[in-house]
């Protein structure tokens, strides 16, 4: 079954043939880009597309590697062997009873194929990835504490996202496949604003992403704003019945545009974009 895109996520064609590829090549797909370029979405489309269940492990600082395998809780049955009915003392002797499965053990063992979703691997340490590679390469892994091996039933559909934080180690990168979500350009940006505004008047939708674009393209800019926070402002403006002419400017330069609180998210770059406007009104 191929990856096709969905009602609800456009999917440009180099993005479509690249999680095929994947899936046929049985590699986990890395998937770069800006934040809020719809790098998480995609695993949940292909999911749902795929008509498969889809796991999740979203990364953080702290995760390790192991987690995403299994946990031995230690501490729970420290106390329950402290305890004196018989019920703690037959589950203490059963160490199964402390391992808390992760999410590639759930993937591996679970009774039809998945998508798994390992969101933001380089937000883990360095080592993080590394620590991954024999499970994702070989699909299994061993137990020390009940002394057996997981093998994965179904080899799941890998999904890695990163936000390019920090490099990748290489011998992880040669086992996926990779592809850079680019930003959208106009006309697939009107797309994706249509599968979430169907109804939205095309004179307000033009003016909307010149503005947005305008913002975009502001040189010295911290952060630019990304394709969720341009649906959160159309949001807005549709919301406030904001009308076509406050997102307009007469002379075709930059204007401060309504609510921009939605798009610019530090002081510095409110700043910066106030500085522009105000020169270009004393230049005319």
């Known amino acids: 079954m191929k990856f096709q895109g969905s009602d609800q996520y456009v999917a440009t064609q180099d993005l479509m043939l690249a999680v095929n590829a994947a899936v046929t090549l049985q590699r986990p797909l890395l998937v770069k880009g800006e934040p809020g370029t719809g790098k998480t979405m995609l695993a949940e489309e292909v999911a749902a597309a795929m008509k498969m269940p889809l796991l999740q492990w979203h990364i953080k600082s702290t995760t390790k590697a192991q987690q995403g395998l299994y946990e031995y809780d230690a501490v729970s049955r420290l106390r329950d062997s402290q305890l004196a009915d018989a019920e703690s003392a037959g589950k203490v002797r059963d160490i199964r009873n402390y391992i808390v499965q992760g999410v590639l053990w759930q993937a591996f063992t679970a009774e039809q194929p998945v998508v798994l979703l390992i969101d933001e691997i380089d937000k883990a340490d360095i080592e993080f990835p590394n620590d991954l590679l024999r499970e994702i390469d070989r699909m299994e892994f061993y137990v020390y504490e009940t002394r057996e091996l997981i093998r994965a039933r179904h080899r799941p559909i890998v999904f890695i996202t990163s936000n390019?934080?920090?490099?990748?180690?290489?011998?992880?990168?040669?086992?996926?496949f990779f592809h850079y979500?680019?930003?959208?350009?106009?006309?697939?940006?009107?797309?994706?604003?249509?599968?979430?505004?169907?109804?939205?008047?095309?004179?307000?939708?033009?003016?909307?992403?010149?503005?947005?674009?305008?913002?975009?393209?502001?040189?010295?800019?911290?952060?630019?704003?990304?394709?969720?926070?341009?649906?959160?402002?159309?949001?807005?403006?549709?919301?406030?019945?904001?009308?076509?002419?406050?997102?307009?400017?007469?002379?075709?330069?930059?204007?401060?545009?309504?609510?921009?609180?939605?798009?610019?998210?530090?002081e510095q770059d409110v700043t910066l974009f106030e500085k522009l406007v105000f020169m270009q009104r004393h230049n005319r």
């Open 164 to 176: 390019n934080e920090k490099e990748l180690p290489d011998a992880f990168l040669r086992r996926c």
């Open 181 to 266: 979500i680019r930003f959208p350009d106009a006309e697939t940006m009107q797309r994706i604003v249509d599968v979430h505004f169907p109804g939205l008047k095309k004179e307000l939708l033009s003016a909307a992403l010149k503005t947005f674009y305008d913002v975009r393209g502001l040189p010295g800019l911290k952060k630019k704003p990304s394709t969720s926070e341009l649906l959160d402002w159309l949001k807005l403006l549709v919301a406030e019945d904001i009308p076509l002419q406050a997102l307009q400017s007469k002379d075709e330069k930059v204007a401060v545009p309504p609510l921009v609180g939605a798009l610019l998210k530090n």
